[in-house]
């Protein structure tokens, strides 16, 4: 069965260290989105690539945290310096477009996330 | 008003009851709506989707659509024990804009 995969699945780190987060979509997925999820809430969307490009990052804090997705394919979220407050779940999701009844849907698949804890 | 609204819960059910999760949303425009299940600890998990007024049924799960009145439910029939999770709402309001996620319903089936 086609699975989002991530590493590491837990990482603890402190304060002004770096971290970096690694996603492999499902195969055949052009779209793959980066969320923080913190307990009690909704992901949050952070950065979304269509293929190697960037759709929407306008909720990733840019002085700290940076995406990229060279190939297309895999992708790499890492913040520096980590802060207290980043501590939270770091799930990477993908999709695909398909067409039905004239419209354009898709579905989005997690993968098993990254629990970030900051000392 | 917050754009994907869920009651927290927790909502608490007996074995083998049916239990009904509900979300509104506020952007009439929207698109298509989902449902995840989230186990603590546990990345979201798509169980339902739904793009047209009406019903859709997978297995014990059914999905309610009502656009006119901007509502979309989830109905869990015979509930299992294991059905104990977070249910998130997510709606795609359309014109390549992202999802737009509820806070989640907390549901626990006791044995």
């Known amino acids: 069965e086609a699975e989002v995969a991530q590493s590491p699945r837990y990482k603890i780190t402190e304060k002004s260290q770096a971290v970096a987060f690694w996603c492999d979509p499902i195969?055949?997925?052009?779209?793959l989105y980066w969320y923080r999820q913190i307990l009690g809430q909704g992901p949050e969307l952070l950065v979304q690539?269509?293929?190697?490009?960037?759709?929407?990052d306008s909720q990733l804090p840019k002085d700290r945290f940076s995406a990229e997705r060279l190939k297309g394919v895999d992708s790499t979220l890492k913040i520096q310096p980590a802060e207290l407050g980043d501590s939270a779940m770091y799930l990477c999701?993908?999709?695909?477009?398909?067409?039905?009844?004239?419209?354009?849907?898709?579905?989005?698949?997690f993968g098993p996330g990254t629990r970030l804890t900051v000392l | 008003q917050k754009e994907v609204e869920q009651n927290s819960g927790p909502l608490s059910v007996p074995e083998g009851a049916i239990a009904s999760l509900n979300c509104t949303y506020s952007?009439?425009?929207?698109?298509?709506f989902f449902w995840y299940r989230q186990y603590s600890g546990k990345s979201p998990e798509l169980i339902m989707s739904?793009?047209s007024n009406g019903d859709k049924e997978d297995g014990r799960f059914t999905a309610q659509l009502n656009k006119a009145s901007q509502y979309v439910s989830l109905l869990i029939r015979d509930s299992q024990p294991s059905d104990s999770a977070t249910y998130l709402c997510a709606v795609n309001p359309g014109n390549n804009r992202k999802l737009i996620w509820g806070l989640g319903t907390s549901l626990a089936v006791n044995p």
């Open positions: 690539f269509q293929d190697e490009s960037v759709v929407d």
């Open positions: 195969s055949g997925h052009a779209t």
């Open positions: 999701a993908s999709s695909f477009n398909y067409g039905l009844a004239g419209g354009i849907y898709n579905e989005q698949f």
């Open positions: 739904i793009y």
């Open positions: 952007d009439r425009g929207s698109q298509s």
